[in-house]
């Protein structure tokens, strides 16, 4: 069965960092691009970044682009994001999920990321 | 990148058909065959329900049904159940190694 299990989240203030990681099993994570997607409270879904299955490509939407860094390690089937310079709309659950067939087919169930002072 | 336009509400009855519309650009879904539906129960992740365009995932019912003319991608859902009162979302390629979604439709089943 396949699993995602964010973690990392919690209460940062404006201009702080937090690293979120995603922990993979139930498939062969190597072999998948993987994608971080965001929603913030009572809004739709919006795509973060994605990487490659070897880490050599990596692509941000604009808004994040300077600020955010993914990252993988195939070695311990897991995902990261890690966010920098955080603003008040970088609140959002953030989702991680496998993307494959240029859709994301599996996620995991969310982590809460809050900005605020 | 813009969001791509969905109606923010769509309602059936049990039994009856919807469809829910997706409308992009020449840049996005006008010029790839990657448009993607999710759907989303409160509190809960998002689930794939369409890929490329028509694809049905195995496990999805095939009362779910996608298409796509020019810049405008639907979801249609035939012989609504009480289950598919969710959200949706489409989503497509915008090329450059990006990716769009729609604002997100909330599906009513009367």
């Known amino acids: 069965e396949v699993q995602l299990v964010e973690s990392g989240g919690g209460l940062v203030q404006p201009g702080g960092s937090l690293r979120l990681s995603c922990a993979a099993s139930?498939?062969?994570?190597?072999?998948?691009?993987m994608t971080w997607v965001r929603q913030a409270p009572g809004k739709g879904l919006e795509w973060v970044a994605n990487i490659k299955q070897d880490g050599s490509e990596k692509y941000y939407v604009g808004s994040v682009k300077g600020r955010f860094t993914i990252s993988r390690d195939n070695a311990k089937n897991s995902l990261y994001l890690q966010m920098n310079s955080l603003r008040a709309e970088d609140t959002a659950v953030y989702y991680c999920?496998?993307?494959?067939?240029?859709?994301?087919?599996?996620w995991g169930q969310g982590t809460l990321v809050t900005v605020s002072s | 990148q813009s969001a791509l336009t969905q109606p923010p509400s769509a309602s059936g009855s049990p039994g009856q058909s919807v469809t829910v519309s997706c409308t992009g650009t020449?840049?996005?879904?006008?010029?790839?065959?990657?448009v993607s539906w999710y759907q989303q129960y409160p509190g809960k992740a998002p689930k794939l329900m369409i890929y490329?365009?028509?694809k049905r995932p195995s496990g999805v019912p095939d009362r779910f049904t996608g298409s796509k003319s020019g810049n405008t991608a639907s979801l249609a859902v035939s012989g609504l159940q009480a289950e598919d009162e969710a959200d949706y979302y489409c989503s497509s390629y915008a090329g450059s190694a990006n990716w769009v979604f729609g604002g997100g439709t909330k599906l009513t089943v009367l």
């Open positions: 999920a496998t993307h494959d067939k240029w859709a994301w087919d599996y």
């Open positions: 490329e365009v028509t």
């Open positions: 020449s840049s996005d879904v006008g010029n790839y065959n990657y």
């Open positions: 139930g498939f062969t994570f190597s072999t998948y691009w």
